[in-house]
């Protein structure tokens, strides 16, 4: 198979790479940072948010009369901020990356998905589950990610192609090992939550658990490329304290959070 995967470089997109370039699969691997060639990895420099980057991709892949049996979406990015202070760089970046960012290498790329290919779309163990303070900026985008690629499953099984929703959880990647370095650096700077941020991170962190190996992520990808009647939705090491603070009323979840964390000072 001929596979496109984006965030290649790193985390689960590398994982997924490496793992399918061993099985005997051609992947071509993007990121903005992109990794050393390899034995049935092709590596290439792309931007998600721009799409001249991915149409350059495009372009020579078809120079090559190259198609695609798959396509991968991974690449994201992860930020513990507020909705009260972040900054407006941030925000836009993190719905260019983990949303609109999926969105333009589906569209670029389809033209060359063959009949019956593959979309793959990773969304997060908390994309259909309440948001929690200091990660909503991040859960907005992988809900509405996830919301895309049940529309996209839709329109795409229209034309005979399937698309897949991938719901992780936490996994031993750079993005989750900056989950906590990104908090202390809110509480440093928040003029809100100073203290509160502080708390909630050291219970997130206990409250987590340990963080899977990435390689099961990359062998869920590989059995659902397998399949030739993959299900719509796969999740793999979500976390039950999650879910179950999610089925509790709304007003019973701000109670909890708040006995939590403590009560806010600000005046």
Same mark, same amino acid.
């Not at 078809?62 to 798959?70: C, G, W, Y």
């Not at 760089?89 to 569209?107: Q, Y």
């Not at 963080?211 to 796969?234: E, G, Q, S, T």
């Given at each position: 198979?001929?596979?496109?995967?984006?965030?290649?470089?790193?985390?689960?997109?590398?994982?997924?790479?490496?793992?399918?370039?061993?099985?005997?699969?051609?992947?071509?691997?993007?990121?903005?940072?992109?990794?050393?060639?390899?034995?049935?990895?092709?590596?290439?420099?792309?931007?998600?948010? *721009?799409?001249?980057?991915?149409?350059?991709?495009?372009?020579?892949?078809?120079?090559?009369?190259?198609?695609?049996?798959?396509?991968?979406?991974?690449?994201?990015?992860?930020?513990? *901020?507020?909705?009260?202070?972040?900054?407006?760089?941030?925000?836009?970046?993190?719905?260019?990356?983990?949303?609109?960012?999926?969105?333009?290498?589906?569209?670029?790329?389809?033209? @060359?998905?063959?009949? *019956?290919?593959?979309?793959?779309?990773?969304?997060?163990?908390?994309?259909?589950?309440?948001?929690?303070?200091?990660?909503?900026?991040?859960?907005?985008?992988?809900?509405?990610?996830?919301?895309?690629?049940?529309?996209?499953?839709?329109?795409?099984?229209?034309?005979?192609?399937?698309?897949?929703?991938?719901?992780?959880?936490?996994?031993?990647?750079?993005?989750?090992?900056?989950?906590?370095?990104?908090?202390?650096?809110?509480?440093?700077?928040?003029?809100?939550?100073?203290?509160?941020?502080?708390?909630?991170?050291?219970?997130?962190?206990?409250?987590?658990?340990?963080?899977?190996?990435?390689?099961?992520?990359?062998?869920?990808?590989?059995?659902?490329?397998?399949?030739?009647?993959?299900?719509?939705?796969?999740? @793999?090491?979500?976390?039950?304290?999650?879910?179950?603070?999610?089925?509790?009323?709304?007003?019973?979840?701000?109670?909890?959070?708040?006995?939590?964390?403590?009560?806010?000072?600000?005046?």
């Amino acid at each position: 198979m001929n596979i496109l995967i984006t965030g290649a470089s790193s985390g689960l997109g590398q994982a997924a790479a490496e793992h399918m370039a061993s099985a005997g699969h051609t992947v071509f691997a993007l990121d903005i940072k992109p990794c050393e060639p390899k034995n049935g990895i092709i590596p290439y420099k792309a931007d998600i948010t *721009d799409i001249d980057s991915l149409t350059a991709v495009l372009n020579s892949l078809r120079s090559e009369n190259i198609t695609l049996d798959a396509i991968i979406n991974v690449a994201g990015i992860f930020h513990m *901020d507020n909705l009260l202070e972040i900054s407006e760089e941030r925000l836009l970046k993190m719905i260019d990356v983990n949303l609109l960012g999926a969105i333009r290498v589906n569209k670029v790329f389809f033209p @060359i998905l063959n009949k *019956d290919g593959k979309i793959i779309i990773t969304s997060s163990e908390v994309a259909p589950l309440d948001p929690l303070p200091f990660n909503s900026i991040y859960s907005i985008t992988k809900t509405a990610l996830d919301c895309y690629s049940q529309a996209l499953r839709q329109e795409a099984g229209l034309l005979g192609h399937k698309v897949i929703t991938i719901r992780p959880g936490a996994f031993a990647t750079p993005l989750e090992k900056g989950s906590i370095p990104s908090m202390k650096e809110m509480a440093e700077r928040s003029a809100l939550f100073g203290g509160q941020s502080e708390r909630f991170a050291q219970i997130m962190a206990a409250f987590t658990g340990k963080p899977a190996d990435p390689k099961r992520f990359a062998r869920l990808v590989d059995k659902i490329l397998c399949k030739k009647h993959p299900k719509a939705v796969y999740q @793999i090491h979500t976390n039950l304290g999650l879910k179950l603070l999610s089925v509790l009323p709304k007003k019973a979840q701000v109670w909890v959070v708040g006995i939590l964390v403590g009560k806010n000072s600000y005046q």
